[in-house]
């Protein structure tokens, strides 16, 4: 009763990559079949040149020459466009496969960034290119044509044993060799790689602190660094690049006795054996014939094994993700915004080091909760989990009873607005920033931005919300950069918005039009949560959670968790961890902060 389940389940759901590929079948069986008239016709030399010595010279017929002559010429050129035809289709499958993967990998790519490694996300969307480039390049076609270096291996054992065993001989040699090559130099061109990257990767960290770098006279030190990964990347290179031409040193040499071998065999069979000597000619275009795939897919080795590896890391990254989108919850009505955080845990990948341990609270639609705990304490990690970036390891996190995972990946409507610590703006203009890349309304638009307290500003702009904007936006003061990304959280009139740390960079004006904003918001039914080492803020909530050590310890009416863990803290509570619990009045003077 079992078995038909366990068949089942060990049928794993095909992946976008292998779909596509069984897509192309047709269009490969045709590339094969392009291969197979390609080099049944590469035998044409070598039959014209044992015609001409058989029949030509021994008849001394112009008729017969011309004929033969017109007929392999012909053979030739047919040849040669079947492999134009057979490279032309590659070509075509390999952007077929682009444009039809191109979305699933993206898709698959951010997911698994989301949720695992962004460097290997990176990686497998290269991967991409890289597969496509290998299917255009040179190196494809000779996998057909090595198909077929066993059928002129053949012929040379139907023209004498002897010859087939040195072709043979000669192809397991240099097969060998390349092999060997292949062995030597696959760990120092993978320590050039590894180095090179690390050296793009410390310019890149220079290029963007250059003006600290300067500032405090480290830039000689820092060009040292990328300078010393540089050097090691080019040593690992020439040390591959000996070894290789070590190997090319003898495989040269082997390559050409063998040519004289086949054409001393063959010397020998005419005068021994009384054989035509066009054989000598025909054999050596034979051997060439068996040789030349062999030595193709040697040098295309490298491209053919990182093809592979390329094969398997797509599938991976693609075979973690859902390509039908099936799980996706579509919503097309409206959430309310009643948000329940449900025993949630959370362990970075690969560790078992909980940084959120049982953290479970209720909000109703339109109430504002203020997280504060100290730094370290998982505050930022439990907004991640809440906007549905990262997922928690256990436990769940609903809005109006739907898995907030599913509400993420919904294409239905606007659910989330989420604004982080560090403030990363995309777009061409001011209302591409707001509009999140998307179909801009303006209207739309305009009410984030005013929801923000924004409004007037951005219409001061040259061009107000047609304003160009640059390196995203960095070229703004960073007070301006976070309340343009609060309009972005607030567009599209979402029903819960995540700000962290919104008012860090803020002045107290800037505070004051934060606190309208979330007024604004709750009053427009909008769940908000809002994440801040700055207690001025809490003014605006209704709810305030404490989280020391990943722990909540207090959850409650903003009033009473503030009075009791705050103005007058008891033993362990969040004040007793901190020195600096005070806002800032105008004035610059410390005072409590005030509640409602």
């Keep these: 009763m079992l078995m038909p389940p366990l068949r089942q389940e060990a049928r794993s759901p095909p992946t976008p990559l292998r779909t596509a590929l069984r897509a192309c079948m047709g269009s490969l069986g045709l590339v094969f079949a ?31 020459l011309a004929m033969l002559t017109l007929v392999v010429g012909a053979i030739v050129v047919v040849g040669g466009l079947l492999d134009a035809l057979r490279r032309a289709a590659l070509g075509r499958i390999g952007a077929w496969l682009d444009d039809r993967l191109r979305p699933a990998v993206l898709s698959a790519c951010l997911d698994h960034a989301s949720r695992a490694d962004g460097t290997r996300a990176l990686e497998a969307y290269r991967d991409l290119t890289n597969l496509r480039q290998f299917i255009e390049s040179g190196a494809c076609p000779m996998l057909f044509d090595l198909l077929w270096a066993p059928l002129f291996l053949a012929v040379l054992f139907l023209v ?88 090319m040193l003898v495989a040269k040499p082997v390559r050409a006795l063998v040519q004289v071998l086949i054409m001393g065999c063959a010397g020998w069979l005419v ?14 275009l034979l051997f060439g014939r068996t040789l030349a795939p062999i030595e193709g897919a040697i040098a295309g080795w490298r491209a053919f094994a990182t093809a592979t590896v390329v ?56 109430q504002c909760l203020g997280i504060i705990g100290p730094s370290g304490s998982g505050k930022s990690t439990l907004g991640r989990i809440i906007a549905g970036i990262s997922r928690p390891t256990v436990g769940s996190v609903l809005l109006d009873n739907i898995e907030i995972s599913s509400l ?24 591409d920033v707001i509009a999140r890349l998307g179909q801009v309304d303006p209207q739309k638009v305009i009410e984030a931005a005013k929801l923000a307290g924004l409004h007037d500003t951005i219409m001061r702009l040259p061009r107000a ?36 740390e919104p008012n860090a960079s803020l002045d107290y004006l800037g505070e004051r039009a934060l606190l309208e904003s979330v007024e604004r918001a709750k009053a427009a039914k909008i769940t908000v949560i ?27 009416d903003s009033k009473e968790v503030f009075e009791n863990y705050v103005r007058r803290p008891q033993v362990g509570s969040y004040a007793g961890q901190n020195a600096d619990l005070s806002a800032r009045s105008p004035t610059g003077r410390s005072v409590e902060p005030a509640m409602p």
């Design 34 to 64: 392009y291969s197979c008239g390609y080099n049944l016709l590469l035998l044409a030399p070598s039959i014209y040149l044992l015609q001409i010595y058989d029949r030509v010279l021994s008849s001394r017929s112009i008729d017969t």
């Design 160 to 247: 004498h044993p002897a010859l087939g065993a040195i072709g043979a001989a000669s192809a397991i040699v240099m097969f060998g060799l390349a092999l060997g090559g292949e062995r030597l130099t696959e760990g120092p061109a993978a320590e050039s790689a590894a180095a090179l990257m690390r050296s793009y990767g410390q310019l890149g960290e220079v290029v963007q602190n250059l003006p600290v770098i300067r500032a405090m006279g480290m830039l000689e030190g820092a060009a040292g660094l990328v300078y010393r990964d540089a050097r090691d990347a080019r040593d690992a290179h020439q040390q591959a690049q000996r070894r290789n031409e070590i190997v």
């Design 271 to 284: 005068l021994e054996q009384g054989r035509s000597p066009a054989i000598i000619f025909a054999t050596t």
């Design 311 to 366: 094969y398997r890391r797509l599938g991976s990254v693609l075979s973690t993700v859902n390509p039908d989108g099936n799980s996706t919850a579509f919503v097309s009505h409206k959430i309310e915004g009643q948000l329940n955080v449900d025993n949630v845990s959370f362990a970075p990948a690969g560790s078992n080091h909980l940084v959120l341990k049982d953290i479970s609270f209720r909000l109703a639609p339109g």
């Design 408 to 431: 993420r990946d919904s294409q239905s409507t606007r659910h989330f607005g989420y604004l982080p610590q560090e403030i990363n703006l995309l777009g061409e203009t001011v209302k």
């Design 465 to 500: 919300y047609d304003t160009v904007v640059s390196n995203g936006c960095s070229d703004f003061l960073r007070s301006y950069r976070q309340r343009l990304g609060l309009a972005r959280a607030f567009f599209g009139n979402p029903s819960l918005v995540i700000l962290d």
């Design 530 to 556: 809002i994440i801040t080492h700055r207690l001025g803020i809490l003014s605006a909530t209704n709810k305030i959670a404490i989280l020391q050590h990943g722990t909540l310890t207090a959850f409650g």
